[in-house]
């Protein structure tokens, strides 16, 4: 039987696996696996820091439902993965980090460029695998992409010492991956399923609390189906954006620490709480004790532990939700055609108040400056709200989830878990790489773009034509206002001096770059970077003290929140 | 509805585990992560080869062990994860314990040694070491026993445990 190098095994692996992308940044340890790479049809996109690389095939998992693929050498090109594998993990997204690594007989010795990276991203990856023999290639990748694609998704790392893929052995992939203590539960069971929908059809206040379980199971056309069936308001996490219709009438924004206030109010207000693919995280529910204080609780989700983690339900029911939200459609549909909507008047009118009482708002003075949530309403329209949206963090990342609605799933990119600046420019790559049909937009503030401004290089390597929009305010806005709300406006380290003038940064890096510094410039700018295709910065200068609200301060309950 | 408070209890639990290099650590790290404590810990091969078994002191109150177990169970080395503390069951732990052994205190020695039917593994001049398995009670009652003597060493295994076998009909 012909034998392979473990280079050429590991590019028959990817191929087997139908990947046709990596996001990388080659070196040492890992020049024999480019050399293969580079003579089959699987494209390579040379990033310019490692972190982008997974950022990058984080971006395109999020924006095609596929496992992403990142490849690095070892030492300081591994370590540089940290940040992007510990954003994948914390947001469940499945992507497959290959590492380089020294020889075998190296390991352990101190040896140049040689981390325990297996040691390293333990706790934040879904699993990792140190490949020690060459026979154990193919079944570790194999069950690499079997772990982060199934169950609840996430980041899976793979370790290759250079011995091992310079070593020869025959190819021979695993048909199918069964692994005897992984077995992640989809299918719901019907008794609490029964019992949920019985108190889902005897709520008067009903409220569904959706996240990114929905968006990573394809659960969206079925909870949509759902909610419209029996009337019930829905709102979502920072990670379900786009799994519902945000044009819909029965949608109520995002909920949280920066979600709508009609959003927080049901909350407060509701009688029955109804979680699918969300996991109660602090920045949705502030003080515990606040949460949802009326209300029975539901909760849907794939992993166990997240049921009961930090909130007492009453019916808990481990399963994906997709599945779980088939049966409880098809148990709706034997009640034969009653309507809720009569029943639900009330409570919906009680929402709509709310939002009568307090919307989302901002001041656009025509002659003063820019408001940061004016240019996020422009993109908006500009692009009918179909584009992909990635974000970096902070209020760039708040004002894009308040006021760009998403009406499909796959279409809003933000770290949501770990909140790390500089995700969004190689998120947007990666996202086009997965739908070059697609425009693709970053919103970045000053700060976070130039944690990862080196990817315009890869931008216009590739001419991948995405737009930055910067919110220039020369701060670091967030914590700028947590400063101004909490700390005496004492703005310590804050204030973000030296800015270039992007414009010319994007230009020395031979992309296109625009400014607008007046509102009237705004639209027409818009209109002008998406007519080119070629990578594009667009500068904002914007307000410099704007504030993301609603807010609920730390600590307090989702209904007390400060308002504009 | 929040968390309930409830009493803090001594669980043990017993993880089956793959037996590869790395498993034992992302078990530690799994509790150091997220904050739980392990007050003891035994490791070791089961029948299987390929299987080890985990056996782990854990203090805490319902909720808190329900999370333990959940999240060791959603490793992926982690085959079974057993709480024995709810089921009858046998535990053990070792001891071997080098006590200051003055000629005038052997006797003693040997007669507490004797009662919870220790043996004397090692003698030397001055010291003698006792080695003794049981239960953590009759650990605390020994080691409070030889105290006056001067305990210079202690090694202890950990508690180790099995749940009992089904009585009546097979």
Redesign the interface.
């Known amino acids: 039987m012909k034998k392979y190098s473990g280079a050429q095994l590991f590019v028959k692996c990817l191929e087997a696996e139908g990947v046709d992308i990596v996001f990388g940044y080659p070196g040492g340890a890992v020049i024999d696996l480019y050399h293969e790479l580079d003579q089959s049809n699987i494209r390579h996109i040379l990033v310019r820091h490692e972190q982008a690389a997974v950022h990058a095939a984080d971006g395109y998992a999020r924006a095609s439902g596929k496992v992403g693929v990142a490849l690095v050498t070892s030492g300081p090109g591994a370590t540089n993965t940290v940040t992007g594998i510990a954003s994948a993990y914390m947001d469940s997204i499945p992507v497959v980090v290959f590492t380089g690594q020294v020889p075998t007989p190296l390991i352990g010795n101190d040896a140049f460029q040689e981390v325990d990276i297996?040691?390293i991203t333990?706790?934040c990856t879904?699993?990792n695998f140190?490949v020690k023999d060459t026979k154990d290639l193919m079944e570790s990748i194999a069950k690499a992409f079997h772990?982060a694609r199934t169950g609840r998704p996430g980041p899976v790392l793979v370790d290759l010492p250079k011995d091992i893929v310079q070593a020869r052995d025959v190819f021979k992939y695993p048909r199918s991956i069964q692994?005897?203590?992984?077995q992640p539960n989809y299918q719901p069971h019907l008794g609490q399923l029964r019992k949920a929908l019985d108190l889902i059809l005897k709520a008067k206040r009903p409220l569904i609390y959706g996240g990114g379980g929905i968006i990573a199971a394809r659960a969206s056309e079925e909870l949509t189906r759902f909610a419209r069936r029996l009337s019930i308001p829905v709102t979502m996490t920072l990670m379900g954006l786009g799994g519902y219709p945000g044009d819909d009438p029965q949608w109520l924004g995002m909920l949280g620490m920066h979600g709508t206030y009609q959003a927080n109010m049901a909350v407060g207000n509701c009688d029955l709480l109804i979680a699918i693919g969300s996991r109660f995280d602090d920045r949705v529910t502030g003080k515990?004790?606040g949460f949802a204080p009326n209300a029975r609780?539901i909760h849907i989700d794939i992993?166990?532990?997240t049921i009961?983690?930090?909130?007492?339900?009453?019916v808990p029911v481990v399963g994906d939700c997709r599945v779980a939200l088939q049966i409880l459609n098809t148990m709706v549909d034997e009640l034969n055609g009653r309507s809720w909507r009569d029943e639900r008047m009330p409570w919906l009118e009680q929402i709509d108040a709310w939002k009568q009482e307090c919307p989302l708002a901002y001041a656009q003075d025509p002659d003063g400056a820019i408001k940061p949530q004016y240019v996020v309403e422009a993109i908006h329209r500009a692009t009918r709200g179909d584009a992909i949206i990635s974000t970096e963090v902070g209020q760039n990342q708040m004002w894009s989830a308040q006021y760009y609605r998403f009406n499909a799933p796959n279409h809003f990119l933000s770290s949501g878990g770990l909140g790390c600046m500089g995700y969004g420019f190689p998120a947007a790559i990666g996202a086009w790489f997965a739908r070059p049909d697609r425009t693709v937009i970053d919103i970045a503030g000053d700060g976070s773009i130039q944690m990862n401004i080196q990817e315009l290089a890869t931008a216009v390597q590739y001419n991948v034509p995405v737009k930055i929009a910067i919110l220039n305010n020369r701060y670091l806005g967030m914590v700028r206002q947590w400063q101004q709300l909490f700390k005496n406006s004492r703005y310590a380290s804050t204030s973000m001096e030296a800015a270039p003038d992007f414009v010319r940064v994007a230009e020395a890096y031979g992309a296109v770059g625009l400014r607008a510094t007046r509102p009237e410039e705004v639209e027409p700018v818009i209109q002008q970077a998406l007519a080119v295709d070629r990578p594009v910065v667009i500068e904002f200068l914007v307000e410099r003290e704007e504030n993301v609200y609603p807010m609920v301060p730390t600590g307090e309950a989702i209904t007390n929140m400060l308002l504009v | 509805m929040t968390q309930q408070e409830s009493q803090e209890t001594k669980h043990i639990l017993s993880v089956l585990v793959d037996n590869e290099p790395g498993v034992l650590s992302r078990v530690t790290g799994l509790f150091s992560g997220r904050g739980f404590n392990i007050e003891s810990l035994s490791v070791a091969e089961t029948t299987d080869p390929q299987i080890s078994r985990i056996t782990a002191t854990v203090p805490g109150n319902d909720a808190i062990l329900e999370q333990v177990k959940k999240q060791l169970r959603k490793l992926i080395n982690v085959h079974k994860v057993i709480d024995l503390t709810d089921a009858p069951h046998v535990r053990r732990e070792l001891a071997l314990i080098k006590v200051r052994a003055k000629v005038e205190d052997r006797a003693e020695i040997l007669r507490v040694a004797d009662i919870f039917r220790g043996k004397v593994v090692d003698v030397s001049p001055s010291d003698y070491m006792v080695e003794v398995t049981g239960d953590q009670d009759k650990m605390e009652a020994i080691l409070s026993l030889l105290a006056r003597f001067t305990v210079i060493e202690i090694a202890r295994s950990g508690v180790i445990a099995l749940p009992r076998s089904k009585k009546g009909e097979k």
């Open positions: 297996v040691g333990r706790p879904k699993h140190l772990l692994i005897k203590s992984y515990i004790e609780i992993d166990p532990t009961r983690k930090n909130i007492e339900v009453d």
